[in-house]
């Protein structure tokens, strides 16, 4: 049995803009597990984005309670992957992959080693010491995506990280990050608009009402790992999966 990792309890955010209050989302009660991947789906707007920042501490509740596990003090509890890239442009790829691990104050033969690791993992040997101004888009979400792995945090917060991609290189970076979370064993939790890009990565999906959000369910997706995405989407069980998710999301997108 998994220890529970993050539990929230009626967690609520409220924001004030001007003279009116702004609930971005309300009463949002769940329990992720050690190890799991969770992604969480919902129309613009409805405050996936934000319910994140206050799991990474960049934003404060304004009601409820949040527990998480921090089970070795040595490691950072999270690392957070933006939609857009965040990475320094003065550094090379693997001073900006090494920078959590100096900060930390690693010593240099183990941050080589790590740096070297994740570098390969990610496909990115040959560009190891490019600057992101020689990179693609898909190239400098995996050098976000090798940091963030390189720093061993507990958990990894992952805010859309492959929304800006094309198809291609969406696709592979699914693979990969699925490879890496497989051994890695962490804590994910994944915003997402896509049903199709949640359903073949997470363990379970929690699906939010529109604006101010709300738990409006959560899946349960058993289907068996390794998994690879053409597999998965000629199955029936992943279509029964997307219809329902659809049908719900819909309801929530409607503007009639």
Known sequence: MKDVKVELKDLTKKFKIKKNIVTAF???????????FWCFIGPSGCGKTTLLRVLAGLEAPTDGTIYIKHVDDSKPL???????????????????????????????????????????????????????????????????????????????????????????????????????????????IFVTHSIDEAIFLSDKIMLMTRHPGKIKNIYDIDIKRPRIIEEIRSSPQYADIFQDIWLNLRQEVSYS
């Open 78 to 188: 999270n690392s957070m992957v933006f939609q857009e890239h965040a990475i320094f442009p003065w550094m090379d790829v693997k001073n900006n992959i090494a920078y959590g691990l100096k900060m930390r104050k690693i010593k240099p033969n183990q941050i080589n080693d790590i740096v070297d690791f994740y570098i390969d993992k990610m496909g990115l040997t040959p560009f190891k010491h490019a600057y992101p101004h020689q990179l693609s888009g898909g190239m400098k979400q995996r050098v976000s995506i090798a940091r963030a792995f390189a720093n061993d945090p507990e958990i990894l917060l992952m805010d859309e990280p492959f929304a800006n991609l094309d198809e291609q290189n969406r696709v592979l970076l699914q693979q990969e990050l699925l490879k890496i979370w497989e051994k890695s064993g962490k804590t994910v």
């Open 26 to 36: 309300e009463d949002i009660s769940l329990q992720i597990k050690e190890g799991e």
